[in-house]
């Protein structure tokens, strides 16, 4: 499967934060809180992990997961416990679940992991969400706006356009008024390209992500010098 749209030139160093950019930051954080709050767990023994936990709780009154989607604040615990070895930490539960992966001189993200995979093969698999995607991949949509060219019944797609917001495939990225003076949430998906490889049982997904999630992700930036190693080249 691919997708594809042109890229954002523009960077936020290089222009004021606006209403989208506050509520594009760390969607792809967001997206793979989940499955890295499993593998830190596993990465970390149990009186360290319950240990993290309970500072995370305190300092911050939020769990470990949703210390992941604003991923400075797990790192000031991880390195306020664990001092320079908190690189390490941070490098091996996070390649555990993700790594980049050349194809072609352009780096994507590359995932075996059972969650991840789990949401995309649903999403994609059910036709009404794989319409949604489809519908709203290059442009941002307001919800009515997608029923042009699409057979997705209203009730449906706003079910469908919620489970994909709660997955984190989607995300919201602003208002749009109608009309009659009504606002309606504007989204977009944080995917720009997808691969997904399936050899029997397991699933390989291969994931080129938007340009301005990429650009607000705490955790792509230190997956991106950290795993130097894990980077292949594809011709």
């Known amino acids: ?47 360290q992990y319950k ?28 390195r306020e416990t664990f001092g320079i070895k908190a690189d390490k930490i941070e490098r091996d539960f996070i390649s555990k679940i993700i790594w980049i992966e050349k194809i072609n001189s352009i ?12 949401i995309i093969l649903e999403s994609f698999g059910d036709p009404y969400k794989r319409t949604i995607l489809d519908n709203i991949h290059e442009k941002e949509e307001v919800p009515l706006s997608m029923q042009n060219g699409t057979k997705v019944p209203q009730a449906s797609r706003y079910r469908r356009i919620n489970e994909l917001v709660n997955k984190g495939l989607i995300v919201e990225t602003g208002f749009s008024s109608s009309g009659e003076g009504r606002r309606a949430g504007k989204y977009t998906s944080i995917l720009d390209k997808l691969k997904i490889d399936i050899v029997g049982t397991t699933a390989l997904i291969k994931m080129r992500i938007k340009d301005e999630f990429i650009k607000t992700s705490f955790i792509y930036g230190l997956l991106a010098p950290q795993n130097r190693q894990k980077i292949k080249s594809k011709s």
């Open 51 to 78: 240990k993290i936990e309970k500072r995370i709780s305190e300092k911050y009154a939020i769990s470990v997961q949703e210390s992941i989607k604003d991923f400075q604040k797990l790192d000031a615990i991880l």
């Open 1 to 47: 499967m691919d997708f594809d749209s042109s890229h954002l030139k523009t960077t936020l160093s290089e222009r004021k934060m606006s209403m989208k950019d506050i509520l594009t930051v760390n969607a792809l954080d967001s997206f793979l809180a989940a499955s890295l709050s499993d593998s830190l767990r596993q990465t970390l023994n149990f009186r």
């Open 107 to 118: 780096p994507w993200l590359v995932t075996d992991d059972l969650k991840i995979c789990g």
